[in-house]
């Protein structure tokens, strides 16, 4: 079986999701291979809960949502907001399901692969990035993760990551403080951190 961080030629096994916001039932199709296919995980509920509620409009259009699975975070959180979200992936049938998820959601998105992001100058003023990283891709994928954002985001910028304590919370609180400057834990529920930084230079 393989990880959801990778890209692999496993058998196709399509499921359809929902997920209520707000009011709005919002719909996802997943399939074998990708991370929490059976129901949006309890890190990704946390995180849209929280950047949603937190998040206090920097004027920007669009905003990052890296490692995006099949797309709930960026979809969900960008039609909440009224942002465009840039979904990013390693897995190419993630990248499939989140353009076909956002189109189901009727929400315009921008899906990329990781190559093709990193291949993008257009991506280097954003005032929001937002991830559920894939943690067992290891710890210095997800610290490449934190620098990134710290790159992509224009003064000002926010980015939020969701973490469990077991998890090295802790760590990568600091390796935030280092590149933004400070970080703080805006929601914590059952052991998950939904850790926030803005961008000060």
Do not use: W
Request: aromatic share 10%; net charge negative.
């Amino acid at each position: 079986m393989a990880h959801y961080f990778t890209n692999d030629d496993t058998e196709h096994d399509f499921r359809e999701i929902e997920y209520v916001h707000a009011g709005r039932t919002y719909r996802f199709t997943t399939d074998r291979g990708v991370f929490s296919r059976e129901r949006i995980d309890f890190g990704s509920r946390v995180l849209i809960e929280a950047v949603i509620t937190d998040f206090n409009g920097v004027e920007h259009a669009q905003f990052i949502d890296m490692g995006a699975g099949y797309g709930p975070i960026g979809i969900i959180a960008g039609d909440a907001l009224g942002m465009k979200p840039v979904m990013v992936e390693v897995n190419e049938d993630a990248v499939r399901l989140c353009a076909r998820n956002a189109e189901t959601n009727d929400v315009q998105a921008e899906v990329l692969t990781r190559a093709e992001y990193d291949a993008d100058s257009a991506f280097s003023d954003v005032g929001l990035y937002v991830t559920n990283p894939p943690f067992r891709a290891g710890k210095k994928v997800v610290m490449g993760i934190i620098d990134d954002a710290s790159e992509k985001l224009s003064p000002g910028g926010i980015f939020y990551m969701v973490v469990q304590k077991k998890q090295g919370m802790p760590s990568y609180r600091k390796a935030m403080e280092a590149s933004f400057g400070d970080a703080v834990s805006i929601h914590n529920e059952k052991g998950y951190h939904v850790l926030k930084g803005v961008k000060n230079h």
